[in-house]
């Protein structure tokens, strides 16, 4: 017995937890109750030994790994162990980087080839919260009037607040035609819940169309791979089609992939930086307008931005703003200013992990803070119910000046 509440008193280096700790064991060991009579150490810890220790987080680790396999009540698979301390890594540097599992990655990697089963929404954790940064257009979020900002309290009945994004995203996901229910905190509202059936999601990266017989329309709903050739292919059948002006619809449109978002960049502008990218070790990588895409610096440009503008969306609006390319139009962007590296692992499962800043060509770091629209144009939920933009309404009138003054 002396042996192990030494073992103990080496771990913890701390008086009162040594007693609790012996108390317990000896009522474990001897099949007795505990007593409250205090027990005595061979050697007493005092604050010089406190100082002079040489204990550290890493012993702590081993030992309470030790403990858990030795004296939890059940008993835990060493790779739950391990995988939860890896996601407790990453999820304390900071909310976007996280773990995944084979499953997990094989998913993400189905997103990014845009159909899954869900319901359409992307999230992050945003002051400790899990949080809508947007609803994919003519998806059951959107349907359901899930806005970005919302905040998701509960995933059928399973409390948010320490779970992980991965996690959370599991969660949603399913078969076409089963139901979920979120549990939504929105601004000073009481939390409601919504019910939402999941569908197969298909999701349009880029659509386009002629608003009028001057102004084209281009939708992008994410940076994956290929949208900056995409983006490049509608520019030029909306100028045949007789477009003189173009309207960028990047609202709700949560990043992707970082090359895409210079390609998309590259289609408005001729030269020029766009982003540059700057590591831990101060190493800065500049990233200039990509020459192999066939650009229209002069053709009229309208960029819409909302809350849900995040990340790819940001660096795109920003290098337009600091060059005055474009006519930024909306509400304040989400403000991510940080750039995620996917890195695969051995075994199948991948790690999101931060790996650098970025700043727009004025070397601006908007993080935290977004994209400030040139002309504010808020949301009418009201118009929405009706069918009516009233954004893209505002943008339409907005071009239709600009083209009038051209004239």
């Known amino acids: 017995m002396d042996k192990l509440i030494s073992k103990i008193r080496e771990i913890y280096q701390n008086k009162f937890i040594v007693f609790m700790l012996a108390l317990f064991l000896m009522a474990t060991i001897l099949g007795g109750t505990l007593s409250a009579q205090e027990v005595e150490l061979d050697e007493p810890v005092t604050e010089e030994s406190l100082e002079e220790s040489d ?58 080839e845009g159909k899954y089963g869900g319901i359409g929404i992307v999230i992050t954790t945003r002051d400790n919260e899990l949080t809508i940064v947007s609803p994919i257009n003519n998806t059951p979020g959107e349907r359901a009037g899930l806005q970005s900002g919302d905040v998701i309290k509960e995933i059928d009945g399973q409390d948010t607040s320490e779970m992980s994004q ?100 590259s289609v408005f502008l001729e030269e020029g930086d766009i982003v540059s990218v700057r590591q831990r070790d101060e190493t800065e990588r500049i990233l200039e307008v990509n020459q192999e895409m066939n650009s229209d610096s002069e053709i009229p440009l309208i960029v819409l931005i909302n809350r849900g503008s995040a990340s790819g969306s940001e660096i795109v ?34 790690v999101s992990l931060t790996t650098a800043r970025y700043y727009t060509p004025k070397d601006n770091y908007i993080h935290e ?17 009706e069918e009516i933009d009233n954004q893209l309404e505002a943008a339409i009138e907005e071009m239709q000046r600009i083209l009038a003054e051209r004239e």
């Open 55 to 112: 204990y550290t987080k890493a012993n702590a680790f081993q030992d309470i790994m030790f403990l858990l396999q030795n004296y939890y009540v059940e008993d835990v698979e060493l790779d739950t162990l391990i995988e939860g301390a890896i996601e407790g890594m990453l999820n304390k540097v900071d909310r976007y980087s996280y773990f995944m599992t084979p499953k997990e990655f094989e998913e993400m990697q189905e997103e990014y």
């Open 166 to 265: 991965m996690k959370a995203a599991d969660l949603m996901r399913g078969e076409e035609g089963t139901d979920v229910i979120l549990k939504i905190k929105r601004g000073q509202e009481d939390p409601f819940e919504v019910e939402l059936t999941r569908e197969d999601i298909e999701v349009p990266y880029v659509e386009s169309e002629m608003k009028t017989d001057q102004i084209g329309y281009i939708s992008l709903a994410q940076f994956i791979e290929n949208v900056g050739s995409d983006i490049e292919k509608e520019l030029a059948e909306l100028k045949e089609a007789g477009a003189q002006g173009i309207i960028l619809d990047l609202r709700n449109n949560p990043g992707g992939i970082l090359s895409e978002s210079i390609d998309v960049a």
């Open 317 to 350: 609006a920003g290098a337009f703003q600091d060059y005055e390319r474009a006519t930024i139009m909306g509400t304040t962007s989400f403000g991510k200013g940080v750039v995620q590296s996917v890195i695969p692992l051995q075994d199948g499962s991948a």
């Open 369 to 385: 803070l977004g994209i400030e629209p040139d002309i504010k144009v808020e949301f009418d939920a009201d118009a929405a119910a």
